[in-house]
Antibody, heavy 119, light 107 residues
Framework: QITLRESGPTLIKPTQTLTLTCSFSGFSLSTDDVGVGWIRQPPGKALEWLAMVYPSDEKPYWPSLKNRLTISKDTSRNLVVLRMTDMDPVDTATYFCVHRRSFGFFDTWGQGILVTVSS | EIVLTQSPATLSLSPGERATLFCRAS??????LGWYQQKPGRAPRLLIS???NRAPAFPDRFRGSGFGTYFTLTISSLEPEDSAVYFCQQRANWPITFGQGTRLAIK
């Protein structure tokens, strides 16, 4: 059974850097043909894909956020970390960790973590 | 980026009726289009992949169709638990994109 769980701060100040951690189980990000990534959803709005990481260390990013995002993996600890710099109130959203088989659809989601950006 | 436009934005129907949701792509995505169901306060769930492959957890009342730039999600004989927001998503090209969603309310 594949599980994903997000952790990190729920309140962050403008200009600070957000660091979110996804702890996963049920697969290997070093040997399996899978990808782990992040999707966010502002309150009441649509889903926005942010970044993915693969066993090959390929790391596609949402183009307009590429300069602010860094995704990394720790395969020994089954963790994926997303860093987002220069946070702004418009970045307030629920951030989901997601799993996909190879380049398929997102078949497993974490419960999400609501991050509020406010001074 | 490929823009996905969903219509209608909201839909209000009665139990037993048929719902038809649309997703139009700004350029062809072939058959690499999926649908998700999201209920309030919950993460989305993959409903349909590659146009018409329904996830095992969902009943066959849910049907997907289409190709290229025009796609449809049909829910026949609506049940109260079908009340949710439905999003389409393409995986044909980077960046991965989603539609803005259709909110389905069951009266």
């Amino acid at each position: 059974q594949i599980t994903l769980r997000e952790s990190g701060p729920t309140l962050i100040k403008p200009t600070q850097t957000l660091t979110l951690t996804c702890s996963f189980s049920g697969f290997s990000l070093s040997t399996d043909d899978v990808g782990v990534g992040w999707i966010r959803q502002p309150p009441g709005k649509a889903l926005e894909w942010l970044a993915m990481v693969y066993p090959s260390d390929e790391k596609p990013y949402w183009p307009s956020l590429k300069n602010r995002l860094t995704i990394s993996k720790d395969t020994s600890r089954n963790l994926v970390v997303l860093r987002m710099t220069d946070m702004d109130p418009v970045d307030t959203a629920t951030y989901f960790c997601v799993h996909r088989r190879s380049f398929g659809f997102f078949d497993t989601w974490g419960q999400g973590i609501l991050v509020t950006v406010s001074s | 980026e490929i823009v996905l436009t969903q219509s209608p934005a909201t839909l209000s129907l009665s139990p037993g009726e048929r719902a038809t949701l649309f997703c139009r792509a700004s350029e062809s995505v072939g058959s690499e289009l999926g649908w998700y169901q999201q209920k309030p306060g919950r993460a989305p769930r993959l409903l349909i992949s590659d146009v018409s492959n329904r996830a095992p957890a969902f009943p066959d009342r849910f049907r997907g169709s289409g190709f290229g730039t025009y796609f449809t999600l049909t829910i026949s004989s609506l049940e109260p638990e079908d009340s949710a927001v439905y999003f389409c998503q393409q995986r044909a090209n980077w960046p991965i994109t989603f539609g803005q969603g259709t909110r389905l309310a069951i009266k």
